[in-house]
């Protein structure tokens, strides 16, 4: 079905939570598993819809911020599933209490019941008025910077539309775009704190509330780290600092060298030649003629998903007024689609889109007759393993996007792939000690990122007050809207990079392993996932240390002429 085909229709809350309330009694009563499994479908069915209504009302709230019934819609939805969180969980609590539950762990798998008894964790009816208050809260921040009107030179820009002056070879243009960034955040910067001390008050108030220290456990069991703990995050995050952070260095004062400057500034850190980066020829419709084509030549199950994107409007990709900033894939399961938002502004992350968010798509499409549809869920660095490991999957065909500067694209995509994994270690390292400090005042906040700026990426030099205070990480959304969300980016960056070695020595071995991890979608844990690929494991000694040595021998045997 086309996207704009797609009917909407607000549930009706209270139906909803009768049915629901049926539900639980028909599981707590029933006679034989096949009774069991019957409810819990009925169930699966309700919240696939529910969800995907949600779903919908948020894309094409995002789609177009001005539009009141979708802004109303998105509303509805920041308060109600809050109100039918308490009937979801009395649902999965008679439904782990089952005495039918060993029947149903053989039909469907234990991870399920594993994943549902982590979600218990995360719930209190207590809660409900603060989550709806968290909601609003990200909403309005969400809101708040798809507002941003940027004067510059003439012209009026969003903060996407911004991204190519951000590039441009001259430093003085790159340097009065990030200024005009900067005014404009500088001038937002009271509202920007209030947002973020009240969400952090909120979640800590959430978290005390059910027992916990701080509100870093309780998001560990929102973001279900069903395989890994706090303790092995830090193990990673230290193998950073001890193997990425000094190869980061290197390639960092490598591209200063290469542009012409004595260190890189906030203002030179996205250009990476002086000639210009690698940007995609031809216009958007050309850029979607060549997915189709690598996308058909690539594998026959690419080939068929793609299409199935392409003819059912599944992608909305064009910036304008109002529209919302970044970039994201959302899954509609009951229509069995994914959905593919983002922003093109004339760089290469406009085919980032095609390869990273289809990525997303790809898993999601992969994934869609499974049943029940909570075992198409995945955990988010499983997610992220499928759309960053699709970046370099499709490395062969880059030259049908960049021409003459593929090489230049291929050399920047796999140093920034290295060089992340500071940034994003440093996002998550940031979110720990904020949550084991509510009370801090902005300015600890602030002091608390230009330290670790220090220790992760201690080759930058900020300018503008802006930066200067330590207020980057006000324009990272994750750290408002998805808390401890980050670091599964860097999870899975490090198993990209593995994907990406093993496919420079057989690539069809390399995609078949990587299909095979696709397909298992929520039946597997990461780390299970991960072993079964025969990859290393990102929290064993000396993985990061094996990633960045073959990336950067790949990288020091490529050298690009800057021209």
């Known amino acids: 079905m086309k996207f704009s085909e797609m009917p909407y229709k607000r549930p009706d809350l209270e139906e909803t939570k009768q049915t629901l309330t049926a539900l639980i009694g028909e599981i707590q009563t029933a006679k034989t598993p096949a009774d069991a499994f019957e409810t819990y479908r009925k169930y699966d069915e309700l919240s696939s819809y529910f969800g995907t209504m949600g779903g919908l009302a948020y894309t094409r709230h995002t789609l177009d911020t001005t539009d009141k019934f979708y802004d109303d819609e998105k509303s509805f939805f920041d308060e109600a599933g809050p109100v039918l969180g308490e009937f979801t969980q009395n649902f999965e609590k008679a439904l782990v209490a089952s005495p039918h539950r060993a029947a149903m762990e053989e039909k469907f798998g234990t991870l399920m019941f594993t994943n549902i008894e982590m979600s218990l964790k995360t719930f209190s009816p207590e809660n409900i008025p603060d989550s709806q208050m968290e909601n609003k809260l990200c909403s309005d921040y969400a809101k708040l910077l798809a507002s941003a009107q940027i004067e510059f030179r003439g012209g009026t820009y969003t903060l996407a539309q911004m991204g190519p002056f951000h590039e441009n070879p001259d430093r003085e243009t790159r340097k009065a775009a990030r200024a005009a960034v900067a005014g404009w955040c500088e001038a937002q910067k009271g509202e920007l704190d209030r947002l973020f001390s009240e969400l952090v008050a909120v979640r800590d108030r959430m978290a005390k509330r059910l027992g916990y220290q701080t509100f870093t456990e309780l998001g560990y069991y929102r973001m279900t780290r069903n395989s890994y703990d706090e303790a092995m995050v830090k193990t990673f995050r230290d193998q950073i600092v001890k193997y990425v952070v000094p190869v980061s260095e290197r390639l960092k004062a490598e591209k200063a060298k290469r542009i012409g400057v004595e260190r890189i500034t906030v203002y030179d850190d996205a250009l990476d030649f002086l000639s210009g980066n690698a940007k995609p020829q031809g216009t958007p419709d050309d850029i979607f003629a060549h997915g189709k084509k690598m996308y058909t030549e690539l594998s026959p199950e690419t080939e068929e998903f793609f299409n199935f994107m392409l003819e059912n409007e599944l992608f909305d990709v064009l910036t304008r007024k109002g529209k919302s900033v970044g970039g994201y894939c959302i899954t509609l399961y009951a229509f069995k689609s994914p959905f593919i938002f983002a922003n093109f502004n004339g760089t290469a992350g406009d085919v980032d889109v095609l390869t990273h968010e289809a990525g997303h798509a790809f898993a999601s499409y992969r994934a869609r007759d499974i049943h029940p549809t909570n075992l198409q869920y995945y955990t988010n660095e499983t997610a992220e393993v499928h759309s960053m490991s699709m970046e370099f999957f499709t490395w062969p065909w880059m030259e049908g996007f ?107 071995e390399a995609w078949d392993k990587y299909l095979r991890f696709v397909g298992y979608a929520g039946t597997k844990t990461f780390t299970e996932l991960v072993e079964g690929a025969g990859l290393p494991s990102p929290f064993a000694e000396g993985c990061l240390d094996g990633v960045s040595s073959v990336a950067t021998e790949w990288l020091d045997g490529n050298p690009v002429a800057d021209a």
């Open 402 to 508: 960049f021409g003459g500067q593929t090489a230049k694209y291929r050399y920047t995509h796999l140093s920034g792939a290295l060089t992340f994994l500071p940034y994003g270690t440093m996002v998550d390292e940031f979110q720990h000690h904020i949550y084991a400090n509510p009370d801090w005042s902005p300015e600890q906040r602030n002091n608390c990122w230009l330290s670790l700026e220090a220790k992760y990426r201690p080759y930058l030099d900020n300018d503008f007050d802006f930066y200067r205070e330590g207020r980057r990480w006000q324009l990272q959304a994750h750290i408002y809207e998805r808390p401890f969300y980050y670091i599964d980016y860097c999870l899975a960056q490090t198993m990209a990079l593995a994907f990406w070695a093993a496919s420079q020595k057989d690539y069809k």
